[in-house]
Each structure stands twice: as C-alpha cells, then as structure tokens.
C-alpha cells in the first residue's frame, strides 16, 4: 500500500511498514493544501490531533482503506463519512493509557497538595505554609466517567492510594471488582469528592458537564478533564469555580487548544482560569511521554499488517 503518515511518528512505525513492503510518504510538516493533493493517491492515512479529517479532506481520498490515528481520540475524524466509503478507521488508545493515568495522578495529587501554587510562591521568595495547607488524597471518593483504556488505567494508578473508586461508563457493564464500584451516573455525582473524565468526544458527550451537570453533584469537588476539552463548558467551569461548588480544577485540554486563534470572549475566558491558584493547564500532554510515543507506532505497525494481511 502507498501510505501517507502525516504528523510526527516514531520512526519504528515508518521502518516497519518499509520492512513490510509498503510505500510510505512521511511529511510531518504537511499543509492542509499539500494534503489535497497528496491523499489522492494515499491507500493508508496516519494521522495525530493536528488533522481534521473531514469531508473536504476525505473527498479527496479516493484510494484510501483506512485511516489510523496515533492516539485514542478519533474526534478529528469524520467517521460517518469514512463507515459510508468502507474506510477502516484503527487508533492505539490502549499505547498511552498509562502515560495518561499517570498525568491524571500527577494533576491530582498536585492539586490538592497545592504545589504549583507553593512552588510558584516559593521562587518568588514566599514561603507559607498556611496558605498552602493541602488536603489528603486517602478516603476520598473518587468518581470515574468513561472506563475504557485511560478510565481503566486511572482506576489501577489509585489504587493504592486508599480511596473510594467510582466509575460510571455508559456502555459497559459487570466491570465492577473489589476495588471499583460500578455506578449511575447519579449515584456517582452523589458520592464523589474528585471526579475525573476519560471518555471521547461524541455528540452525546459535548458539554457533558456543564452547570445542570455540576449541580447535579450533591458536594463541592474537584474535576479533572484529561480527555477532550469541549466535554467541559467552560462557562459553567469559571461559574462554578467562582461560586465554590468547584474547589479545583486540572484540565489538560481546553475546548480551543489553538491559543493564538483567541477572540476576546475566548480570551477573557481564558485569563479568568490562568489567574486562579485552584487551577493547573497543561498543554494536552496527557498521553505524551517517551515511552507512549514508542508504544503507540508498535500498536499502529501491528494494526496495520493485521489489517492489509487479512
């Protein structure tokens, strides 16, 4: 197959496919003008986050079997359109699950233990305990949505941490175990001090917390957003930041991660989180590490041959 990689990969996957005897076309740097052109003769699409695969794009693909992300989220991709022209769509959301559980864990932890606060304070010569007293992690309750690759990996990372465990995920069933408690999402919104999302973003999962969300939840909590930016309404965020029924946020995604495209609503949305001392950003890093770059061309490479040798 001609295959066209068109973001950044680790070079085990481009070798792998040489080895196996298809054409790869390696252009990281790609414009979406250049993709017009070069998709026309594509068999094979490899793609990151960078990459809108819409209908203007597909239209172009007239060779293409499938298309596969180096990733979990297949949000940038039009799946609708690729199930109608029978274009196989593959990700390898189980390559960074750890990488993202870990970001989850580190984000938490930080949060309520107000380390980027104290640290920031400390480097400007600011040395207060008080102010920076955190809370403790252990029996708290920690409420799950979405148990897929990262929920589950989420759920092993605290395990150890003497917490209560929570998950909630829509479309699975008879996962509970003796340390995770399968729930409602009412029950969940009940019981939880810390609620964390790990689920795609899907039409049904757009906004999903927003204010009936949020005061839906019978405590003031922590929220976590490390899957898509736009399962949040930001909005509704700052609103209930503003009024304590969130005590903190970590978000490693944000609903429009292109910061230089900010108009001044977006922007002003904007500083009102990064002003907050109950608030870490991180730069959609989650599923980001060494090691998940490397796992994630091993996915993809056997996804690939298990497909074209079927």
Not at 180 to 197: G, K, P, Y
Not at 212 to 238: E, H, Q
Request: glycine share 8%; proline share 1%.
């Amino acid at each position: 197959m001609n295959i066209l990689i068109a973001d950044h990969i680790h070079e085990l996957l481009i070798i792998g496919l040489q080895q196996s005897g298809h054409e790869v076309t390696y252009l990281p740097l790609i414009t979406r003008d250049e993709l017009m052109a070069e998709i026309e003769h594509a068999e094979g699409f490899v793609i990151r986050t960078k990459t809108n695969v819409d209908v203007e794009v597909l239209s172009h693909a007239r060779k293409l079997k499938f298309i596969a992300r180096a990733g979990a989220g297949m949000d940038n991709i039009d799946e609708n359109y690729c199930a109608r022209q029978n274009i196989t769509l593959m990700n390898a959301g189980e390559a960074n699950a750890d990488a993202v559980g870990e970001q989850t864990l580190g984000m938490l932890l930080a949060l309520m233990a107000n380390i980027v606060k104290a640290d920031r304070e400390v480097r400007n010569m600011r040395w207060d305990r008080q102010g920076n007293t955190g809370v403790e992690l252990s029996g708290k309750t920690v409420g799950i949505i979405g148990y897929g690759n990262t929920g589950s990996a989420v759920a092993r990372k605290l395990a150890g941490f003497d917490v209560n465990l929570c998950v909630y995920d829509k479309y699975k069933k008879g996962f509970g175990t003796s340390h995770v408690r399968e729930v409602t999402l009412n029950e969940l919104q009940q019981a939880a001090d810390i609620i964390t999302l790990h689920v795609p973003l899907t039409d049904e999962t757009r906004y999903m917390v927003n204010s009936y969300f949020i005061n839906g939840v019978s405590k003031p909590f922590y929220l976590l957003n490390l899957s898509r930016g736009a399962v949040v309404n930001t909005s509704d965020l700052i609103n209930a930041l503003d009024s304590g029924k969130i005590k903190g946020a970590a978000l490693d995604v944000l609903e429009n991660e292109n910061l230089q495209t900010y108009g001044q609503a977006e922007l002003a949305c904007f500083e009102l989180l990064v002003n907050r001392n109950n608030v870490i950003l991180t730069p959609h890093i989650g599923g980001w590490t060494h090691e998940s770059y490397e796992k994630i061309a091993k996915v993809l490479l056997r996804k690939i041959k298990e497909l074209t040798l079927s």
